[in-house]
């Protein structure tokens, strides 16, 4: 079935540093890349999200791409803060279906100070 | 907006007990999720609902699982007997249907079955 591959599950940065986490994914019919952010003991929280149409999309210190061909997409967070530290889950939409998404496994980042 | 609610946050129960969330989307929102999520799977769609209907329930693990949205404004999760392996954090999300379909995520459920 359709999954989602998210690396790394836990990463380590120094106050200042730029993070990279990357996903890949199956669904070929996939068209819609969200981000979400979970903090200690709340519900997740949409950070960015792309749409297949475009390669790659800024927020401020946070920016995503997305290679089709290659059905991968990252999130970058550049001079990262104490308060980034979370847990990130990239997810793929099923098919052309923006609501049913299929999550990755998360990763635990930790900006040290 | 008070977001999305969440009832009980915490549950600890006994094998084979019956376990009910509850979930309560924000006003106006007309798509509803439930997701389970554990340290070995991650984040799993159960079940969701578009305007109160169930859409898509190949997530549920098994007859055990049921879920119901009776209105627009409260839906739940059922196990029904629960086993230890069902200990996990549901969390339940909502969405306004549009172009972009945000989730916007309750703070969870965390049960433990003993």
Redesign the interface.
Known sequence: GENVEQHPSTLSVQEGDSAVIKCTYSDSASN?F?W?KQEL??????II?IRSNVGEKKDQRIAVTLNKTAKHFSLHITETQPEDSAVY?CAASRGGS?????????TKLSVKP | DAGVIQSPRHEVTEMGQEVTLRCKPISGHNSLFWYRQTMMRGLELLIYFNNNVPIDDSGMPEDRFSAKMPNASFSTLKIQPSEPRDSAVYFCASSLEQKRRELFFGEGSRLTVL
């Open positions: 819609y969200p979400y003991g709340k519900g997740s929280q949409l999200d889950f923006q609501g049913n998404l299929i999550f990755g496994k998360g």
